[in-house]
């Protein structure tokens, strides 16, 4: 038995347990992602923190049932007559079948999709699930009848979010390394096309109530260093909302939401009425909702690349554009059938909150369980979620680390000693590494002179977001939850752990004298903690060298190297990073593929 199944089944019979074991504390149910019936009387939540499916009855504010699933749920789907759903499992890598009878819950089947699936959509039958595989890149197709995957189509790096336009022919999936948004013939089972959005951190995608066009909110990267004045102008990152033709035609249509001085943090879900006069996103790093009026005028749309802020027009207070405090983290949301009230899944605040459109205020709370009193991770969790402790609260460290992790971006964050931005503002940018196991891997930055993990969450609040300084206690929090931070298992093994032939014969190759690579990556994190110079020195780098990153869950780090110069592990490995290049000896083809084999296993 695989270590991850005998953890799957551990937290499952811990889920399970009794009255007896009822003082041990709750997990937070942390809802990422929920659906709701055609008639709106039903609802179902994905809870990734305690690997539940709750049903819920949104409009009497009651749960009617909660089942364990899996690990870390995040997409759930519901069919049209509301007797089946499924539900897709992050780290699970199965989409669970759920029957649904007398307001009960039960798994009737799982199927096996892949790594890291996440969003999620039924066709209109209800016989066929699609899901979103992030690490694969792929859109599946199930049959739910046969339990089985009849189909994949390859999509852009990192599909995440994924909808299913009304008439049910259409496929629009939101990538997030690629930042493109695909659009999927669902009948001829084909991608007709892959639109770049000129942004990053996609997330909840919807079709308009006609099919006309995909939306989905973004954050677009602006390239500038993380001065005062370049966050107060936009110039560093901005949140904005972008559509594109389902039909084809270019460029993107991009709606700038940030104003000067109070900005946006991490627009997550978007949703728009049936009758297409209201769009409502939500803003977890800022705990809003966004709320526009296309009734009577249409938004002011730029093509391609928004504005650095929000259009001026839309800041007259004349209702098209609202935004309503709901506290936590709101994450995906949906119309409900009347058009007024707005759902929204709030993941810090372990609810569901509905949300009247036209008084912008939220009507109702339904809770989900959880502690009473929040951990000390918790506590981190919301401070790293938190934009308003940035500069204008632009945003938090989740905007660049996205859920812990990396969607691959480069910034200038001011934490390397070089500030001459008169000549190179963008000299010192550098890609956003993974924060997870970063509490194992010290020193830290790429240059590896922060030695103190309190130090450099204080360098962070305050450099890098140019915020107040964090307490000491609240250092400890984010420190807290960093430490919770671990990779999925890793989807190049086998299904026992092991490892492939070509991956052990690259293991060989890669604990040889010929390709040197662990006089850097050595020990359980394949990183010796030391400063190396290996000929990617730039001439103006205040510190020489450089810090080897950890190779754990180095299949899912692209792009490479500290600029991200490397698109692929084998640019890597046959580029300036090859083992030549490093003292050792030129490796052959065959001897590439197999250390690429093995790189990917770890």
């Not at 945003?395 to 000693?417: E, K, V, W």
């Not at 990779?487 to 040197?516: C, M, Q, V, W």
Request: glycine share 10%; aromatic share 6%; with cysteine.
């Amino acid at each position: 038995m695989t270590r991850h199944r005998l953890a799957l089944i551990l937290s499952l019979l811990l889920l399970n347990q009794s009255a007896a074991q009822a003082e041990m504390p709750a997990a937070d149910p942390s809802p990422y992602a929920l659906a709701l019936s055609a008639d709106g009387t039903r609802m179902l939540v994905a809870n990734s923190g305690n690997g539940t499916v709750a049903l819920v009855d949104p409009q009497a504010g009651k749960i009617l049932s909660v089942i364990p699933t899996g690990e870390k749920p995040a997409g759930v789907a519901l069919a049209r007559d509301g007797k089946r759903a499924v539900v897709t499992h992050w780290y699970g890598y199965d989409l669970a079948i759920l029957d649904i009878k007398s307001d009960k819950l039960s798994v009737a089947g799982r199927v096996a999709v892949g790594a890291e699936p996440r969003g999620v959509v039924l066709s209109p039958d209800g016989k066929f699930a699609y899901a979103a595989l992030g690490s694969t890149n792929e859109v599946v197709r199930v049959d739910l009848a046969e339990r089985n995957v009849t189909g994949r189509l390859e999509v852009g790096r990192e599909p995440r979010g994924l909808a299913i336009s009304r008439d049910g022919l259409k496929l629009a999936v939101g990538n997030v390394r690629a930042e493109s948004i695909s659009i999927i013939d669902r009948i001829a089972w084909k991608v007709e096309r892959t639109i770049s959005v000129a942004g990053t951190n996609l997330r909840q995608v919807t079709f308009d109530h006609d099919g006309k066009y995909a939306y989905v909110a973004n954050m677009q990267n602006r390239g500038m260093a993380t001065t005062a004045n370049n966050i107060d102008l936009g110039w560093v990152l901005g949140q904005r909302l972008s559509r594109v033709k389902v039909a084809g035609g270019e460029p993107v249509d991009v709606l700038s939401l940030d104003p000067k001085g109070k900005a946006v943090g991490d627009v997550y879900g978007v949703a728009m009425s049936t009758d297409g006069a209201k769009l409502a996103l939500s803003a977890g790093g800022t705990h809003e909702l966004l709320l526009l009026s296309v009734k009577d005028e249409p938004l002011p749309w730029r093509e391609r690349v928004g504005r650095d802020l929000i259009p001026q027009e839309l800041l007259k207070n004349d209702g098209r554009f609202r935004r309503t405090e709901v506290g936590g983290r709101p994450t995906e949301l949906a119309f409900a059938p009347d058009n007024k009230t707005i759902y929204a899944a709030n993941y810090l605040d372990n609810s569901i909150q509905a949300i009247d459109f036209d008084s912008g205020k939220v009507v109702r709370t339904i809770s989900l369980g959880g502690p009473a009193t929040p951990s000390l991770a918790r506590k981190g969790e919301i401070l790293f979620h938190d934009a308003t402790r940035s500069s204008n609260q632009w945003y938090s460290c989740n905007t660049c680390h996205g859920d812990g992790h990396t969607a691959g971006l480069d910034f200038d964050t001011m934490n390397d000693g070089w500030h001459d931005y008169s000549t190179a503002h963008q000299y010192s940018r550098k890609k956003v590494p993974t924060l997870r196991r970063v509490a194992k891997t010290g020193p830290w930055t790429w240059h590896g002179w922060q030695n103190s993990l309190q130090d450099a969450t204080v360098e962070s609040f305050t450099k890098s977001m140019q915020g107040k300084r964090p307490t000491v206690d609240e250092s400890k929090a984010v420190i807290a939850f960093l430490e919770t931070l671990d990779y999925p298992r890793n989807p190049n093994r086998d299904h026992d752990g092991g490892l492939s032939p070509a991956a052990r014969r690259g293991e060989t190759i890669f604990r040889s004298t010929k390709a040197t690579c662990v006089k850097c990556h050595s020990g359980s994190e394949f990183t010796d903690g030391k400063i190396h110079e290996v000929g990617l020195e730039e001439r103006r780098d205040v510190y020489r060298g450089y810090n080897p990153p950890s190779l754990r869950g180095v299949y899912d780090k692209d792009p490479y190297l500290h600029d991200g110069r490397a698109k692929t592990l084998k640019d890597v490995i046959t580029g300036p990073h090859s083992p030549e290049e490093l003292g050792g000896t030129s490796l052959s083809p065959a001897e590439v593929d197999d250390l690429v084999a093995y790189l990917k296993s770890l």
